[in-house]
């Protein structure tokens, strides 16, 4: 029986259990798992005081390997590597889904939220969204690029950038530390804004050119840069919102990505007369999806990984919602 890291009830411990399944139904497979990162949305779903299941298997960055295929299942097959996100599956129907925007449908459902997730060496998981990975990524550097990476390219490709504009990266944690590198792959310049000394540290030691603590991030953006031309915030902080808003300079971007359930204010007229542009950005398009698979296979982006063993995932989850993970955990799995 597969063991898997587990929600045991809404706001209640994480524990390593037994946890049983069935053989794939029509559009599920069946995959063996052999890395899953740890993402702040697990962090943020073991504070929801509700569940739509308990006990729930967290996590939703997963690689696997298919071990077989249900009833209706034609684009992967047993033997197939995949990558699997935190979405399962849309309707297919709806407007967002006709037009390349599943991540929006209202009816999706979600690995490690809505659907049992992936901290686990054996999982039966919806196939309508998988991905093929390349053969040239260890499982643990792909893992996180099917959330981590994902969304950190989807927001900077919301952003709308040009090359040599500036973009604000807040949040040097698993999305940020990929999103540095993208955006240095699109010929950006790239700020990034933190408050722990250790990841700005990190930040300029994979290249980022300014990396401040949030204390002094106006002062540097805003009267000695010029301010941003966008301002990504992918920290789970809402505290940080308001200084990302105070580094745009005129029509400049604010994007939300990080989850969180607290409020943040900033000045209505400040944003009127600036003209500043606010989007929120979930995910990213499949197209982004295979973009920050092919970049990490070339070379270009790839994430700082820790491997971890299942049974360490409750202490990871609470590390990481205390901001001492330097780049993305993974645990792994022996075949
Ligand atoms: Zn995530
Ligand atoms: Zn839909």
């Known amino acids: 029986m597969p063991a898997a890291a587990c929600l045991t009830s809404p706001q209640g411990p994480i524990a390593i259990r037994d ?35 308990a006990p729930l298997i967290l996590g939703h960055e997963g690689i696997g390997v298919v071990e077989a295929v249900g009833e209706g299942v034609v684009h992967v097959a047993p033997g197939d590597r995949v990558g699997i996100t935190y979405l399962a599956s849309g309707c297919g129907a709806c407007q967002a889904c006709r037009t390349g925007r599943e991540r929006y ?71 940020g530390h990929l999103a540095l590198q993208y955006a240095r792959h699109f010929g950006l310049e790239a700020a990034v804004v933190d408050v722990s000394e250790e990841k700005l540290a990190f930040a300029r030691a994979l290249g980022a050119s300014v990396a401040v603590h949030s204390d002094l991030a106006r002062n540097t953006l805003l009267k000695q840069m010029g301010g941003a031309d966008a301002a990504i915030v992918y920290t789970a902080s809402a505290a940080a919102v308001p200084v990302a808003f105070s580094c745009l300079k005129r029509c400049g971007s604010l ?9 943040c204010s900033f000045s209505v007229s400040e944003a009127v007369l600036k003209g500043v542009r606010i989007q929120g950005s979930y995910l990213g398009s499949r197209a982004d999806l295979e973009a920050v698979f092919q970049l990490a296979s070339q070379g270009v982006a ?34």
Request: charged share 15%; glycine share 12%.
């Open 19 to 53: 946890m049983p399944h069935g053989a794939p139904g029509p559009g599920e497979v069946l995959v063996r798992i052999e890395a899953c990162g740890v993402c702040h949305s697990d962090v943020m779903i073991a504070g929801l005081a509700k569940l739509p299941l």
């Open 105 to 175: 449908c209202t009816k999706q459902l979600n690995h490690g939220y809505t659907r049992h997730g992936l901290m686990t060496s054996s999982a039966v998981v919806a196939a309508q969204n998988l991905i093929r990975t390349p053969a040239a990524l260890s499982a643990e550097q792909a893992a996180p690029l099917c959330c981590a990476g994902w969304t950190a390219m989807g927001a900077m490709r919301e952003a709308n950038l040009e090359r040599g504009q500036l973009v604000a990266i807040f949040g040097f944690g698993g999305l």
């Open 255 to 263: 994007v939300l990505v990080g989850l969180t359930q607290d409020s």
């Open 302 to 335: 790839r994430p700082t990984v820790t491997t971890h063993a299942l049974e360490e995932a409750p202490e990871l989850i609470a590390r990481l919602g205390r901001g001492e993970i330097t780049g993305r955990a993974v645990v792994t799995f022996s075949s």
